[in-house]
């Protein structure tokens, strides 16, 4: 059973652009934007990027093991924010990154849901419908 709902999975196939939320070894925050990708066969968010193992989004993840992403837009009609938090433990999986996109290359970074707390998706999906 998928930790997404409907309407929550068509959003997340509809966006590319989310906010990655990690802590690195010091303590300190950090966020960055990322392009991700919703894997329905895992019920995964999959990171990638072509410098990816030598970022600080990386190496956070790895220390941490958790992370949070953010997706979120503004629809003019019907005048909606909405959005998804997703927060959950993350692995960096050794394949797959460069079918993420152009000059990707592998790994790429594997979130595993724990926590989903949407906004506007439900309503914004049941008045374009």
């Not at 970074?109 to 506007?120: C, D, E, F, H, N």
């Amino acid at each position: 059973m998928s930790m997404f709902t409907k309407a929550e999975q068509s959003y997340l196939t509809s966006q590319q652009v989310g906010r990655l939320a990690t802590v690195g070894a010091d303590g300190q925050p950090h966020v960055v934007p990322v392009l991700f990708r919703y894997d329905a066969t895992h019920d995964t968010i999959d990171i990638g990027g072509p410098d990816l193992p030598q970022s600080k989004k990386y190496r956070d993840a790895q220390h941490s093991g958790r992370v949070a992403l953010v997706v979120d837009d503004f629809v003019f009609v019907p005048g909606q924010v909405r959005g998804i938090e997703i927060r959950g433990d993350v692995e960096v999986v050794d394949r797959g990154g460069a079918l993420l996109g152009p000059g990707y290359a592998d790994p790429l970074l594997r979130i595993s849901p724990r926590r989903v707390v949407s906004w506007g998706v439900e309503q914004v999906a049941q008045a374009v419908a």
